[in-house]
């Protein structure tokens, strides 16, 4: 069983910034793919970002203001968000993809308001 971490939320201000981390009981070098979800009330889980072998997607929504990153010393994996907007309030969840199974945090909460 692998447990991911999640930290990192909280409340900011439109046009704001977070950075939200995750760790892993799993070394994330090992993994399929990593990446961050999220899910506002009423609304279904929607990719945010993901890191997979090779590449890194973006959900349309936030490019040019979030970037995916994985710090493997540190086995981390960090969502950096820029110019929050309203829309991106939501629970970010973490979610890491082994070959013993698909793996999720238990969010965190990113709430944007002024």
């Known amino acids: 069983q692998v447990q991911l971490v999640e930290s990192g939320g909280g409340l900011v201000q439109p046009g704001g910034s977070l950075r939200l981390s995750c760790a892993a009981s799993?070394?994330?070098?090992?993994?399929?793919?990593v990446g961050w979800y999220r899910q506002a009330p009423g609304k279904e889980r929607e990719l945010v970002a993901r890191i997979t072998s090779g590449a890194t997607d973006y959900a349309d929504s936030v490019k040019g203001r979030f970037t995916i990153s994985r710090d493997i010393a540190k086995n981390t994996v960090h969502l950096q968000m820029n110019s929050l907007q309203r829309e991106d309030t939501a629970v970010y969840y973490c979610n890491g993809r082994w070959m013993a199974g698909d793996y999720w945090g238990q969010g965190t909460q990113v709430t944007v308001s002024s």
């Open positions: 799993q070394r994330f070098l090992t993994a399929y793919a």
